[in-house]
């Protein structure tokens, strides 16, 4: 009523993002090569992004097309202990799970999002009486789902179907 009276215009967060997204780029394609994984052959595409230099790979299988619902494993973040560890991942899906999952589907995209662990964190893990394992692991920017949104959709994935247990995030739709 406010916006009508006054000849203002109204816009939503997710349709700000939306038009950002599709207008701005948060990443650089830096390479891309095939790799051998213990589940199998992968390409794997690599990002930085513009926002803090981080680097964000992507391993992918098969092909698909706009219209394909494609199997997606966003994993974050992405720790050394994600490969070594595997019965201990605090993940809903372990890495090496979800790369054997894309393997046996044929298709599919695995986007390991870097969040920036600090070496705390990673003491945290390896040795867990210390102090370090009592400090809380660092919340997930926001700013780090929009790469991985756009690494998606620079990878042709436009439907998917999430390996894992998704977080209920309204804003995302924008992406």
Known sequence: VF????????????ALIQHRSHNESLIDVLGSREIDTPQGRFR????RDRSWGGLHLALTVGQWSADDEVPV????PLSVMDLLDVHGSAHSWPLPVA????????????VLLNA??????LVGQLVPDTATARTPARNMDLRTYGIGAQILRHLGVHRMKLLGHPRRMPSMTGY
């Open 44 to 47: 794997c595409t690599t990002y």
């Open 116 to 121: 920036g662990t600090d070496a705390q964190a």
């Open 99 to 110: 790369l054997a999952s894309l393997q046996q589907q044929g298709r599919g995209v695995a």
């Open 3 to 14: 916006a009508r009276e006054h000849g203002l215009k109204i816009g939503t967060i997710a």
């Open 73 to 76: 494993r966003v994993h974050e």
